[in-house]
């Protein structure tokens, strides 16, 4: 395993390094807005949807405009008129590959979502292919001062600077206005009750690159034993960090009386 997959904590046993595990988060990063992401395998890059494999051919000349331009004109109905941030916002929060990369101000959300597919997992694949879940931790204003040179959080909506448009446009040849940093972290407006429900943050990356290679020295990253993943289920479920509450929709609701279900006793 190369030094940037390493992590600097493991927790083997919930109930006896869950709090030395956030003890070592903090100490880490200690601002009321750290950035969390939780993922299903250790090894997975940390990096945006678009920069994926699956989603390259997203990066052929012109195509990001076009899907950006298409969703904005096929959706006005539903979401009305929108700056090109929320409109950007709003592709990903539906599944469409963008230079977003999602996180949340919550551990215990990300801890949610490390751990949300697991035993499916384990139903698809060989159980020995199968990795330890993780999550990252990251400061996001030392993001920033580190990365784009600005001191604190960038608030899309007073930060004229930073527009998705001019972005664009510079992708495409139209405009001469470059994008003024590789990778920003963003405070976005909670728009919808889903990124209100899981604390929403982003990261949004000019430079397509994996942040554990990149920025190694900047992100802490908590391993978590595959054993453990029953447990910290039924210890999120008594802590709020259901479907329910997390996706407030009905879909939401019925995965979460399907877990309910299937968990009982």
């Not at 940037?4 to 919930?14: E, H, R, S, T």
């Not at 006896?16 to 993922?39: C, E, L, V, W, Y």
């Not at 969703?71 to 592709?91: I, K, N, R």
């Not at 290679?213 to 008594?238: D, S, W």
């Amino acid at each position: 395993m190369s030094d940037f997959q390493k992590a600097d904590f493991v927790i083997n046993d919930f109930d006896a390094d869950f709090f030395p595990a956030f003890k070592k988060i903090n100490s880490h990063s200690n601002a009321m807005h750290t950035f969390f992401r939780g993922h299903g395998q250790e090894d997975w890059d940390l990096t945006p949807v678009i920069n994926r494999p699956e989603h390259k051919h997203m990066l052929k000349p012109g195509m990001e405009k076009t899907l950006f331009q298409e969703y904005e004109t096929y959706a006005h109905m539903q979401v009305g008129e929108m700056t090109s941030w929320d409109v950007l916002f709003s592709m990903r929060h539906h599944g469409l590959p963008t230079r977003l990369l999602d996180w949340s101000d919550s551990l215990l959300v990300a801890l949610f979502f490390a751990i949300r597919d697991y035993e499916k997992a384990e139903l698809i694949y060989p159980k020995e292919t199968l990795k330890n879940p993780c999550l990252w931790v990251m400061d996001g204003a030392l993001f920033n001062e580190k990365i784009a040179k600005k001191s604190g959080f960038v608030y899309i909506k007073i930060n004229e600077v930073y527009k998705y448009d001019y972005f664009l446009d510079r992708v495409i040849g139209k405009s001469s206005a470059d994008f003024p940093a590789d990778a920003i972290a963003i405070f976005p407006p909670k728009s919808n009750h889903r990124l209100l429900a899981q604390g929403g943050m982003f990261t949004f990356h000019k430079k397509l690159e994996n942040l554990q290679e990149a920025y190694r020295e900047i992100l802490f990253k908590v391993e978590i034993n595959k054993t453990q993943v029953v447990a910290i289920k039924k210890f999120l479920h008594f802590s709020g960090m259901k479907e329910s509450n997390l996706f407030p929709d009905l879909d939401g609701l019925s995965r979460q009386l399907s877990f309910q279900i299937k968990h009982t006793k």
